[in-house]
C-alpha cells in the first residue's frame, strides 16, 4: 500500500467523562493480524498506545494463538499500568496492518490485563514501523509504513 493508512476512532468501552456526559469516550483501535510460526492468522483489535513500550496482549488470546510451548520457554519482563506492576511473557510474531507489509515484533502476554479490549499496540510493533499521526478533532488517525 502506497498512501496512508486512515482509521477513524472508534467508542471505547469506558463511561462517559464528567466533562462531556452526554459523549462516548472515543479511541484509536486498529485491527492488527497476528501469527505465530506454526499457526494460523488471528485477528485482534488493539488501542493504539503511544505509551507503552510493548505491545500487549491479554494471555486469552495467547491460547487463540496455541502459544502454550513459546510461553514456557519465553522471556519475561515487568510492565507498568495504571500504578501496578505486571509480569509479561515475551514471544516473536508476524503483525499485519491493514494492506502493509508484515513484519515481525516482540509481543507481550498479560495474564491479569483488566481491559474490555484484548490489549495495546505500542513503541515496540507500531511507532517503531509506522509513523502515527492522530487528528483528534477529525476522530481520526493515519498510519505511513517506515521503510517499507
Known amino acids: 500500500m502506497d498512501g496512508p493508512m486512515w482509521n477513524k ?7 462517559p467523562r464528567a466533562a462531556w456526559p452526554n459523549e462516548p469516550v472515543m479511541r484509536p483501535f ?57 509480569p509479561v511473557s515475551l514471544v516473536e510474531l508476524s503483525l499485519v496492518v491493514g494492506d502493509f507489509k508484515p513484519y515481525k515484533s516482540i509481543v507481550g502476554f498479560i495474564r491479569y490485563f483488566d481491559t474490555t479490549h484484548a490489549g495495546v499496540i505500542g513503541q515496540r510493533g507500531c511507532f517503531d514501523h509506522f509513523r502515527v499521526i492522530f487528528e483528534r478533532p477529525r476522530m481520526r488517525f493515519r498510519l505511513e509504513q517506515l521503510n517499507p
Do not use: C, M
Open 9 to 15: 476512532y472508534e467508542p471505547g468501552p469506558d463511561k
Open 30 to 86: 486498529l485491527k492488527v493480524r497476528l501469527r505465530a510460526d506454526h499457526g494460523k492468522i488471528q485477528a485482534v483489535k488493539l488501542l493504539v498506545d503511544s505509551g507503552s513500550e510493548y505491545t500487549l496482549i491479554n494471555w486469552a488470546f495467547a491460547r487463540r494463538l496455541n502459544l502454550s510451548d513459546e510461553l514456557k520457554g519465553a522471556a519475561t519482563d515487568t510492565v507498568y499500568i495504571g500504578g501496578g506492576t505486571f
